[in-house]
């Protein structure tokens, strides 16, 4: 058999690459290499020829191959191996594909479930406006969201909506509410400046963000946002949009959309807007509270600029108008509403869920408010403790002017309502000192005595509790007239005792005074704390012939269409003072302003009457004054509650009490005091003050009825306490009780 022959009909198996070359080589007894001998080293060896097959051989002998060039098969190899990783590519990147999409559904899945309900994605109402009116229709105050109404696309002048379209959108009209070129434009702008420079939000997606979205700046709100922006594409057309948005953008100063805007910064409708008027309107939308022009006018103005040229290159106005436009918008901005009014449009929002429930519509507010007497108020407050705020140490104040009928003409809660919105008048609550004795006399009143009743101005001892006057000095026997008008009080402890703590604290509450009073005997110094509103509503009845009233600013509410939803009925209080006993009250109270406390208070041709109040260390000062047509309180003091110096209510709260009721009474016909009593015993107490604060009276007759002694002279008590407040140059109301108690 030839070498390397197989067996016959054995299967042959395909060889490629090296082994399949080297399969067809036969070695011959020639082709070996004979073993050498000496001498032959050197010589070349002659090729042996190779083997031919012999023909009578049993097989042929197999075909010659030719052994495949390696460059050949390498190429083959690296087709092959490319071939094995292109097909892997598209594999694996089938696989990412998929998880992918699998993660991008899930994404939107995500947002979708914390998205508002389906049932309340619909644009929401406009949020309600309240609109706060004076007794004269004009408007005092607005609160809500908005204060704007809404403006169609159609009445606003072209020029409007395309300076927001230039510079916040110019693809507005050819997106679907995402903007893939503005947002890569956005972020190359982005990290070429190295920080947030533009944004890439269209108008659609800030609309959604106004209406269903918080401001907050997280990845899950942005998600929302886009979804949100889509829908409303597929849900509203391009002008409904555009108009939704100039309806509900916040424009900075508390104006939510153009027409709000327009009336804050320039003083009329959105319609009527000029080309500079436009663009700093637009301009305003990238930062309302840093560009607002009553905070920041050099900074609008050259954000106008901006806009203005945004929209000469978006071809929407010339370059002259652009030019014409610079720095010519007709700015007209009014007050931020820091005004004292602020005080009571709180009061208002405070109460109108008692008087309507939950508002969810725009309504109309009627109230008893004049803005004539709130803008005298005002300054009275203002004036004077910008005036001697300094001198006597106090910050704060408050005034309640109210007609006898309890409707609220005027309510100043502090002297700068930007700087605090704490309402003095209403929330605060402070001891009133003296201003709280006429309850005191008119409950003794009611128990029998009269204004001529006399009794003992004398030192006291309850149990420790001395209660003293201010100079120390005692006057003896005194009518009940001469103690509320001088402020004694040895003779307001002496009487509160004799009717009965609880009795004062019911008369109080009987007349409209509603804090817990604490019925002990320094009640009769006013220990307890009441709020201005209170104390002044307390009063009225003295003013209207014995009446209670409820203090109040509301007369009517109504909505934009005119139905009204409340209407104030009148008091049904009654008689709360029999009208013989207001006409006794309102004779002794005449007297603190005539020859007492608060002489300073004088209303050149009307009857008035009221009651001082300072309590201990000076810490609060009070004024109550009024007169058949109004009835105002004024308080003075320091929101922490330090004392003042040496501030009574006969000086400073007298002071503004005038110089606001003087301004208030001009022009309104001349009325007095309901039963109000001049002469007969009133001028025997003119005689009996003047002889009181001179020498030593003779003996007077005692009248009938009445246990008593005349007035001595006065008399000197123990050298003056070093810790006594001293006497006021306002007046007598002085007095000291201790440092515990104040009046």
Known sequence: ??????????????LFGLQAALADLRLSPEDRIPAATDGDDDKPKKPVPKRKPEEDDDEPPPRERKPRPARGGAKRRAKSRGRIRFGRLIYWGAVLGLWAAIAIIGVVVWVGAHLPAIQSLEVPKRPPTIQIVGIDGSVLATR?????????????????????????????YSHYGIDPVGIARAAVTNILHRGVSQGGSTLTQQLAKNLFLTQERTMARKLQEVELALWLERKHSKNEILELYLNRVYFGSG?????????????????????????????????????????????????????????????????????????????????????????????????????????????????????????????????????KSVKFNVTQGALVAM???????????????????????????????????????????????????????????????????????????????????????????????????????RTAHRLGISSKLEANPSIALGTSEVSVIELVGAYAPFANGGLGVSPHVVTKIRTN????????????????????????????????????????AEIPGWMAAGKTGTSQDFRDAWFIGYTANLVTGVWLGNDDNSPTKKATGGGLPVEVWTRFMRTAHQGVAVAGL?????????????????????????????????????????????????SARPEAAAGLDGWLVDRLFGR
Do not use: C
């Not at 058999?1 to 395909?14: D, I, Q, T, V």
């Not at 908005?146 to 693809?171: C, Q, S, W, Y």
């Not at 009248?703 to 003056?720: D, E, I, L, V």
């Open 1 to 14: 058999m030839a070498w390397g022959r197989k067996k016959s009909g054995a299967r042959k198996e395909p």
């Open 144 to 172: 809500g969201e908005m204060a704007g109404t809404n403006v169609a696309l159609k009445d606003l002048p072209p020029h409007l909506p395309k300076a927001f379209i230039a510079i916040e959108d110019r693809r507005f």
């Open 255 to 387: 104006a939510y959309g153009v027409e709000a805007a327009a009336q804050r910064y320039f003083g009329k409708s959105a319609r009527n807007v000029t080309v500079a008027e436009a663009a700093m309107l637009a301009g305003l939308v990238k930062s309302p509270s840093r560009l607002a022009p009553n905070r920041n006018p050099e900074g609008a103005e050259q954000r106008a600029r901006i806009v203005l040229a945004a929209m000469a290159e978006a071809k929407f106005i010339s370059d002259a108008q652009a030019k014409a436009s610079i720095g010519h918008p007709s700015y007209n901005v009014k007050p931020a509403g820091a005004g004292t009014v602020n005080y009571v449009a709180d009061w208002i929002g405070e109460v109108l869920d008692d008087l309507v429930g939950q508002i969810d519509q725009s309504i109309v507010v009627q109230t008893t408010i004049d803005p004539k007497l709130q803008s005298v108020a005002e300054a009275a407050i203002i004036d004077e403790l910008a005036a």
């Open 403 to 505: 007609a006898p009928d309890g409707a609220v003409r005027a309510m100043v809660g502090g002297r700068n309502y930007a700087e605090s919105q704490y309402n003095r008048a209403i929330t605060a609550k402070r001891q009133p000192g003296s201003a709280f004795k006429p309850f005191i006399y008119l409950t003794a009143i009611e128990g029998g005595l009269t204004p001529e009743t006399i009794r003992q101005d004398a030192p006291l001892d309850l149990k420790g509790w001395r209660p003293e006057n201010y100079t120390h000095e005692y006057f003896g026997a005194v009518t009940l007239t001469q103690a509320l008008a001088m402020s004694l009080n040895t003779v307001a402890v002496r009487v509160g005792l004799e009717v009965g703590p609880k009795n004062v604290a």
């Open 561 to 600: 269409e005119g139905k009204l939803l409340y209407a104030r009925q009148p008091d049904q209080l009654g008689q709360v003072i029999e009208p013989r006993h207001v006409a006794m009250m309102n004779t002794m109270m005449q007297e603190t302003l005539l020859s007492g406390t608060a002489r300073k």
């Open 674 to 722: 309901p039963n109000s009593q001049r002469g007969g015993f009133l001028s025997n107490l003119f005689q009996t003050a003047s002889q009181v604060s001179a020498a030593p009276s003779p003996p007077a007759p005692a009248p009938s009825g009445s246990s008593h002694r005349p007035p001595p002279a006065r008399t000197s008590a123990p050298p003056p306490n070093p």
